[in-house]
T-cell receptor, first 111, second 115 residues
Framework: EDKVVQSPLSLVVHEGDTVTLNCSYE??????LLWYKQEKKAPTFLFML????IEKKSGRLSSILDKKELFSILNITATQTGDSAIYLC???????????FGTGTLLAVQP | KAGVTQTPRYLIKTRGQQVTLSCSPI?????VSWYQQTPGQGLQFLFE???????NKGNFPGRFSGRQFSNSRSEMNVSTLELGDSALYLC??????????????FGEGSRLTVL
């Protein structure tokens, strides 16, 4: 059965800290891995990764995929309170928009 | 450009009733997917529609059904509601016909409470 596992389930940090969120997967027919941020209701897109070893970067956030070891990490540097959210990773395969999500990591950034 | 619109935003039902949720995708998007989000199970895939056809289905009982109209708007229906159906139901749209070439755009969700 395809599955995506995220760790840690939750963490609390202080502003300015750097955090690393983990996502491992056991799936068939891998196509891409996506990261989303969910603050209140609608998850918002962060990154899509398809190639191993290529870092995607947006401001203080970056992500990389290791297709050999079947995991991805999301890094957030110089965290701010506005980074507090649930971070979701999801896998997709084949010609479909079906995403298999992990349970998410709840990040709380304290002032 | 308007985002994904879901209605109603909140609703309360009792066990045994049925409910219909609506999703209007971003203009030009032809794919609509539905997800159920609960604290214990996270986001789980319900089904995906593309050009009025169900293209993929998750592992939910037959009480969960959906459809898509010619204007790409989609509805999902849950019959014979159970307490465990209480959840946030999220709809996501995408333009692609070959899977996500980029992001899926999520709506704000419909919060269903079953009493």
């Amino acid at each position: 059965e395809d599955k995506v596992v995220q760790s840690p389930l939750s963490l609390v940090v202080h502003e300015g800290d750097t955090v690393t969120l983990n996502c491992s997967y056991e799936v068939t027919n891998f196509r891409s891995l996506l990261w989303y941020k969910q603050e209140k209701k609608a998850p918002t897109f962060l990154f899509m990764l398809t190639s191993s070893g290529i870092e995607k970067k947006s401001g203080r956030l970056s992500s990389i995929l290791d297709k050999k070891e079947l995991f991805s990490i999301l890094n957030i540097t110089a965290t701010q309170t506005g980074d507090s959210a649930i971070y979701l990773c999801a896998w997709t395969g084949g010609a479909t928009n079906k995403l298999i999500f992990g349970t998410g990591t709840l990040l709380a950034v304290q002032p | 450009k308007a985002g994904v619109t879901q209605t109603p935003r909140y609703l309360i039902k009792t066990r045994g009733q049925q409910v219909t949720l609506s999703c209007s995708p971003i203009s030009g998007h032809r794919s609509v997917s539905w997800y159920q989000q609960t604290p214990g199970q996270g986001l789980q895939f319900l089904f995906e529609y593309f050009s009025e056809t169900q293209r993929n289905k998750g592992n939910f009982p037959g009480r969960f059904s959906g459809r898509q109209f010619s204007n790409s708007r989609s509805e999902m229906n849950v019959s014979t509601l159970e307490l465990g159906d209480s959840a946030l139901y999220l709809c996501a749209s995408s333009p692609g016909d070959r899977g996500p070439d980029g992001e899926l755009f999520f709506g704000e969700g419909s919060r269903l409470t079953v009493l």
